[in-house]
């Protein structure tokens, strides 16, 4: 055996690694269930169809419904990540923020999911509980980082508060989710946040 292969990681394997493999496609198609029929129509019955199994297999791979559905939004948050560099310049990272409520236009039923479901994580025995909080301190964490950096080239206006800042687009962020369910023609969430955006910043976006 070279040093090479007694140095690479083995992946997993055996029953376990068939589970992951399994509860990763479960994900997938509840994503897909979701973003095409809505959190209200879409059920665990389509998406176990999806997956060739029964709704009482599908749960066996999660606590309960809730946590299915925790597990689903922290998938979609994976390919969120996907689309936001938060690595790089500040100004790209907030860019790249605006593209991502763009395709969250195109997920009503997603969007809806995680609205709702937010809300009744707010009780702290709710299985989704330390999920959402969790996702807002890692999200207020990045977007704080972003007007930090922004903040240190010039790029945001005397007395804005980076911290401050990032509290305000996340809740401006999902108040406008909420809005555009209730009456999508009425609301522009791509525009508004851009307008926000605008405001604190030096030069527009």
């Known amino acids: 055996m ?3 292969e007694t140095a690479r990681p083995r992946g997993k394997r055996g029953p376990y690694a068939k589970s992951e493999e399994k509860r990763g496609l479960i994900l997938e198609a509840a994503l897909e269930v979701f973003a095409q029929s809505g959190y209200r129509a879409g059920s665990l019955r389509d998406v176990a169809l999806k997956v060739g199994m029964s709704e009482a297999g599908l749960l066996h791979h999660f606590q309960n419904k809730s ?15 996907d689309m936001i560099d938060f690595s790089g310049p500040g100004r790209q990272t907030l860019t790249d923020l605006i593209e991502l409520v763009r395709y969250n236009s195109t997920i009503p039923g997603v969007v809806e999911l995680y609205c709702t479901l937010s809300a009744e994580a707010t009780s702290p025995d709710h299985p989704a509980h330390a999920f959402f909080v969790n996702r807002y301190q890692d999200t207020t964490s990045s977007i704080t ?11 945001l206006r005397p007395g804005i508060n980076p911290a401050a800042a990032s509290r305000a687009l996340i809740a401006l962020m999902d108040g406008l989710q909420v809005q555009w369910l209730l009456n999508r023609d009425s609301v522009d969430m791509v525009e508004d946040i851009r307008g926000f955006l605008s405001a604190v910043a030096t030069e527009p976006f």
């Open 2 to 4: 070279t040093i090479d």
């Open 67 to 81: 946590a299915l559905l925790a597990a689903v939004l922290e998938r979609r948050d994976d390919h969120a990540r």
């Open 145 to 155: 980082a972003a007007f930090t950096d922004m903040e240190r080239h010039g790029q």
